[in-house]
């Protein structure tokens, strides 16, 4: 059986991608909530993390955002090594040198206030069947600042 593991107020969780999304490094606060070492997450693909229950929709918004060259926010669901998960307000953006992406970088905080009900709420709507809000599509704002999460 799974459990939900809390990201400690304060804390942190990071990680860098190159740009196929696999892990070029990851902060220590990482390695403790997802229980895998740094040498286990470095080179494998970012998916290593993703949670079944995160739904497409969100994925490829995220992933067609950072490509374009801009920072996405979103509620997340992640997954641990032992199969346990943890829910956090992740922000990602591209790594850029000059004017080249090069690579991604998220940084994964605990969410606050009736953050986490509202994601759970879009998280059953999108897995039933249900679209990203069209303002959700924009890439100048973020997911959960245009659902009003935070």
Request: charged share 20%.
């Amino acid at each position: 059986m799974s459990n939900e593991v809390q990201i400690p107020a304060h804390s942190y969780l990071t990680i860098t991608t190159d740009l196929q999304g696999t892990i070029t490094d990851c902060n220590r606060a990482m390695c403790q909530i997802t229980g895998y070492s740094r040498e286990e997450l470095v080179g494998q693909n970012s998916n290593i993390l993703r949670h079944p229950g995160t739904p497409q929709p969100i994925e490829t918004q995220l992933w067609n955002t950072l490509r374009s060259g801009h920072p996405f926010r979103s509620p997340m669901k992640r997954h641990t090594k032992s199969g346990d998960w943890f829910w956090a307000d992740m922000t990602s953006a591209p790594i850029k040198k000059d004017g080249n992406i090069e690579g991604f970088t998220a940084v994964y905080r605990p969410m606050r206030g009736d953050s986490r009900t509202k994601a759970e709420q879009l998280f059953a709507s999108l897995a039933a069947g249900g679209t990203l809000p069209p303002q959700a599509k924009k890439f100048e704002l973020s997911i959960i600042t245009r659902m009003k999460l935070t």
